[in-house]
């Protein structure tokens, strides 16, 4: 229903003059634009109507004014009303504040609790409340989504959102987690459901380390020792072996490793000796 008419002759009509109960006796609209006992002031109630029907038989319960165009006093009927208003409305087919099926009004402390600007937990008594606040600051806020003709509450997730991790939609994940547990190797948020970037390319599985039986083994550079200790040749300090020294006349061969310092020494002596160099010819 239209807040107001537009140019509307008579403020009767005005979004504020015809909310709350709207009356009828045997079909004659005796009374509207009021909530009696609800107590609801102000503006914030202007898109609640609810609508009475009564038979002239409960007079005596619902005192009319003689001319029938007010109610002066409610009997037990006013219980009965809030007996009906009590009724559950709602559920998950509605969008939010309203995808709870609660009781439309309870006449308690807790159904009467508002949401607030700072604090906008929805009341899960009763709905009057969050009819209430849903224009003002502590109400729910559509926001137009990007991805489809619609509007979504905030945290609604857009049923064509395209999880950037996983490529799904609809899956449950948002835009700061991916929900998807890869049925290969068992992590969430690390996969898709074609492909499982915690297999090995070797053996298809998957392991704790990076280190796969079946991966080739890496070459070595030439610079690294390949006795096991893998550190530069110059640095090595593995089992070297024996020196070997041929002098065969005027020719001189020398094999000779870095811990054998001393052999080394003796070694060049010799050579030196049998090719006729003093070593301070070597400076």
Known sequence: MDRAPPNGPSKRLQSDS?????????????????????????????SIRIEVQYPSSLDGQIKVSANKDRIKK???????????????????MYAPPFQNEISFFVDSAEGWK?????????????????VLVRDGNAGVKYMECPLC?????????????????????????????????????SKTGECTPTTCNNQCKHCGGTHKSHLCPKAPKPKVPKTICDGGCGQERSACKCNQGDNKATIKGPKVILRMYANNKQQNIDDLKSALDRLGIQPDELK
């Open 18 to 46: 015809v909310a709350g109960f709207f009356f009828y006796r045997d079909d004659r609209l005796i009374n509207y634009g009021q909530f009696y006992d609800l107590n609801v002031s102000a503006n914030e109630a202007n």
């Open 74 to 92: 409610f009997g037990d009927a006013w219980e009965e009303i809030l007996r009906g208003l009590d009724q559950k409305a709602g559920g998950s």
């Open 114 to 130: 508002k949401p607030t600007s700072k604090k906008k937990a929805q009341n899960k008594t009763a709905h009057f409340p969050n």
């Open 149 to 185: 003709p619609y509007a979504h509450a905030p945290g609604e997730i857009c049923p064509e959102f395209e999880c950037p991790i996983c490529k799904q939609k609809n899956s449950g994940c948002t835009g700061k987690k991916c929900t998807f547990t890869c049925p290969t190797c």
